[in-house]
Nanobody, 116 residues
Framework: QAQLAESGGGSVQAGGSLRLSCAAS????????MAWYRQAPGKQREFIAR???????NYDDSVKGRFTISTDNAKNTVYLQMNSLKPEDTAVYYC??????????WGQGTRVTVSS
């Protein structure tokens, strides 16, 4: 069974940086897209960034210019580099393996807290 395991969350002050990792096993890493989502308290899960198997990337406007999604195919790992963090970035961050029609599998999530 495909599995995704996130790590790298934590607490940071506004303006700081964190790098999240998502280790994929099974068929997850061969999905057409790997993506990051987040869910803030009391809000719906929202799309953050996506990388296609060919390398092209897409970002939500709320993180564009601050976050970078990348992959290390040798390690079957997807990263989310988060810079210039804001308190509104506080959320649980989820890794996802995707096809064009939606999400195939989710990770368990990693919590990010940004204090002002």
């Amino acid at each position: 069974q495909a599995q995704l395991a996130e790590s790298g969350g934590g607490s940071v002050q506004a303006g700081g940086s964190l790098r999240l990792s998502c280790a994929a096993s099974g068929s997850s890493f061969r999905a057409p897209y790997m993506a990051w989502y987040r869910q803030a308290p009391g809000k719906q899960r929202e799309f953050i960034a996506r990388v296609a198997s060919g390398g092209s990337t897409n970002y939500d406007d709320s993180v564009k210019g601050r976050f970078t999604i990348s992959t290390d195919n040798a390690k079957n790992t997807v990263y989310l580099q988060m810079n210039s963090l804001k308190p509104e970035d506080t959320a649980v961050y989820y890794c996802a393996a995707m096809v064009s029609g939606g999400v195939l599998s989710w990770g368990q999530g990693t919590r990010v807290t940004v204090s002002s």
